[in-house]
C-alpha cells in the first residue's frame, strides 16, 4: 500500500496573520478594501519573504485598480467560472451528494470550536476556511492540507485567467508543506478530468506548476 504524504504543518505564530489576511483579501472587494490593503501591507513585512512577497504585488495592482473594475473582476472570475471556484469541496466531490457530506463536516468541525456561520455563507469558501485557519491554527492548517489538490487547482485555474487573485493563492500556498508525491498525483488529476461527475467539463488547465518549497524558518 503507498504510503500518505500529505503533511499538516506545523503552524508558526506568523500563521494566524498571514491567513487572516488572506481571508480578507479573497473576500469580496467591498467598501473596506482600502482599509484591508493597507493591514496586508503592515501584517507582509512580518512574514517570510514567499508569504509576504505576492500579498504586497497584490496590494499594489488592487490600490491602482478603480474599485468598481476591481469588483467587476472579482464577480467574473470566481462568480461565472467553475474552474476558478473557491468553494473547496467542489474540487473533491464536484456537484455530487458527496459534497453535501463535506460540508456538513465542516460545518461540524467549526460548530466543534464554538464557531456558527450565517446562513448566507457556506463553510467550504477559502475565505471562510482561513479565516476560521485564523483562529484556530491547529485544525485550521488540517483543514488546508486535506484540501490541499483543490487549492493547487484554484491557484493554477487564476494564473492560466492572468488574475490578480493567483497572488493571494501563491501566498496561502507557501504557508504550507510542499506538495507530497500523492498530492501532486490528485492536482494532475484534476487537471486532466475536473472535479468528480462534472457534466459540463472544465476548459483544459496547463501543465500544472507547482510552487517550490516553502521557508522552513521565518518570522516566530
Known amino acids: ?47 517570510p519573504d514567499p508569504v509576504a512577497r505576492p500579498l504586497l504585488r497584490f496590494t499594489e495592482l488592487a490600490a491602482r485598480a478603480a474599485p468598481v473594475d476591481l469588483a467587476a473582476a472579482y464577480v467574473a472570475t470566481f462568480d461565472h467560472r467553475k474552474r476558478c471556484c473557491l468553494y473547496l469541496t467542489y474540487y473533491a466531490h464536484g456537484d455530487t451528494r458527496k459534497r453535501g457530506i463535506g460540508l456538513l463536516r465542516l460545518k461540524q468541525t467549526y460548530a466543534g470550536a464554538g464557531w456558527r456561520l450565517s446562513d448566507d455563507e457556506l463553510p467550504d469558501h477559502l475565505a471562510v476556511v482561513l479565516e476560521f485557519a485564523a483562529a484556530e491554527p491547529a485544525t485550521g492548517a488540517r483543514l488546508l492540507t486535506e484540501h490541499r489538490a483543490g487549492l493547487e487547482l484554484l491557484r493554477l485555474a487564476l494564473g492560466d485567467e492572468g488574475s490578480p487573485w493567483a497572488l493571494v493563492l501563491d501566498s496561502v500556498s507557501a504557508t504550507l508543506p510542499a506538495l507530497g508525491g500523492d498530492e501532486r498525483e490528485a492536482v494532475m488529476r484534476l487537471a486532466a478530468q475536473g472535479p ?18 516553502p521557508v522552513a524558518g521565518g518570522p516566530r
Request: charged letters at 20%; a positive charge.
Open 1 to 47: 500500500m503507498k504510503r500518505k504524504t500529505t503533511r499538516t504543518p506545523r503552524t508558526k505564530a506568523w500563521h494566524p496573520n498571514a491567513w487572516q489576511i488572506q481571508s480578507l483579501l479573497l473576500a469580496y472587494p467591498g467598501e473596506r478594501l482600502g482599509q484591508h490593503l493597507e493591514l496586508a501591507g503592515r501584517v507582509a513585512a512580518t512574514l
Open 196 to 213: 468528480p461527475e462534472e457534466q459540463v467539463g472544465l476548459d483544459p488547465y496547463a501543465a500544472p506548476q507547482f510552487p517550490p518549497d
